[in-house]
């Protein structure tokens, strides 16, 4: 729902006139995570990894996935799925806000999730960094929002 910290970020980048600023999706709560993607020549590519999708792939596979390809992830169907997915929404230059059930592969054997997705196109977005600086995003990205609702490791 939106009375939750997820529905507060969505309500925000919706109420925004020009820019969302958005600090940390973690520290909303712990079971989201915000990562942005960016499009290069046809290819959606990791720009940031939060830290909500650590427990699902581990740290090995989201500190080397920075800069690579969406289409590089261990699950080739389940990456060609979201990155088709990615296009429509870029293109639509509407936002999306999805209920996803998805099993898949990962560096951790295969997982079983239910989450709350929010795809945020077109979109200046001011992101606070670590050392308190603003940086303004180019519309070419998406910034994905996500909150966990259930998940499952299942027996390969």
Known sequence: GLDTPFGAVCRAWSNAS????????????????MFSVYNDSHDWRFEEIGAGLRPIYGDD????AIGSSVLDQPDSAYAQQISLHYD????????????VEAVFDTPRGKQGLRYRRALLPNHSINV???????IRRRPSRLTVISEVLVTDRLSS
Do not use: Q, Y
């Open 88 to 99: 429509t929404v870029f293109e639509s230059v509407e936002p999306s806000f999805d209920l």
């Open 18 to 33: 020009e820019a969302l600023d958005i600090t940390n999706a973690e520290i909303i709560s712990p079971e989201c995570t």
């Open 61 to 64: 596979w989201c500190n080397s």
């Open 128 to 134: 606070r960094t670590s050392n308190g600086c603003k």
